[in-house]
């Protein structure tokens, strides 16, 4: 069997198995994906990031002609191995990655484009690490209902697409959150065509301390099943929250997760508000890996 070199890394405990193929020459099987993520028989991971040359790539042309900056492409596959849009802790880690790897420069006041499926995103350093420009967002119409276990009834959600599709839970309490069994997959009605990651939150008390506002977050995420953090989750979860708090509520959250803290930015420009996802990400280990 063939052997590839690949890298472990994880952004608050949301991991990956990044590989390097800058020529596009690995086609990866979603059998072989899964079999790489598998925690009892391969390397064990929430997904897979493949760095590959956005040149040589489909969908990294799409990218080249939003910024012809954008070299890399970041083709983000989930545990499952089925395609996924996007991931913001994904993101963090892939701009380690390049960034560690000589792949790619940055420097201190300059941004990194990224292509993903969900378009280029800009990362600059930050304190916590990095953090990544995700741009605009869009909230879903309807009002759609979540039933998990662990709930007594099921709960309203709010749908939020941030390039990839979530629905946002309120849960009433830390207990709440704590009881769920997100071993579980949680059932959304309607059911999106394309499925959604699913975030359970409880704001904190106080919710807003030095405007900053606060909460924690659970999350399933499909094609993984429950993750210890989820980036583009965690901007949900922000977004729904300041939504159900009214006019007041900051645009500036710290957002706790199992594996961490991250935080979440919104701030407007010219053709409307973008929001931001700020935290660390680590490169654990690297070596080589026979596929089957």
């Keep these: 069997m063939p052997e590839i070199p690949f890298t472990k890394g994880h952004g608050t405990g949301n991991d990956f198995v990044i590989v390097a193929d800058p020529e596009g020459e690995l086609d990866l099987t979603p059998e072989q994906v899964a079999a790489l993520c598998d925690r009892h028989f391969g390397i064990g991971a929430d997904g897979l990031l493949r760095v590959v040359r956005s040149r040589a790539i489909g969908e990294g042309r799409s990218a080249l002609a939003e910024d012809a900056d954008a070299e890399w492409f970041m083709d983000y596959r989930n ?5 996924a849009e996007m991931c ?13 790897t000589g792949l790619a420069t940055l420097d201190p006041a300059a941004a990194l484009p990224i292509g993903t499926r969900g378009g280029v995103k800009r990362v ?10 995700l741009g605009r967002w869009r909230a879903e119409d309807g009002d759609p209902l979540v039933r998990a276990k662990g709930l007594d009834v099921a709960r309203p959600g709010m749908g939020v697409d941030l390039g990839n599709p979530h629905v946002v839970v309120a849960l009433a309490s830390d207990g709440e959150l704590e009881e769920l069994d997100l071993g579980v997959v949680p059932v959304i009605d309607p059911a999106p065509a394309h499925g959604a990651n699913v975030e359970f939150v409880v704001p904190q008390d106080p919710l807003v301390t030095g405007g900053v506002g606060h909460l924690r ?8 099943g429950e993750t ?7 901007v949900a979860a922000a977004l729904a929250v300041r939504s159900w708090a009214g006019a007041n509520a900051p645009s500036e959250w710290r957002v706790e997760v199992p594996g961490g803290t991250l935080g979440v930015r919104m701030f407007s420009d010219e053709d409307g508000e973008r929001v931001a996802l ?3 990400a680590t490169l654990v280990f690297s070596g080589t890996v026979a596929l089957a």
């Design 124 to 133: 600059t350093r930050s304190d916590a690490g990095f953090e990544v420009d």
């Design 217 to 224: 977050m659970r999350v399933f995420e499909r094609g993984v």
């Design 228 to 234: 210890l953090s989820c980036g583009t989750g965690t």
């Design 79 to 83: 545990a499952d191995g089925s395609v």
């Design 88 to 100: 913001g802790n994904g993101v963090r880690v892939f701009a380690r990655y390049v960034l560690d």
């Design 278 to 280: 700020s935290g660390p």
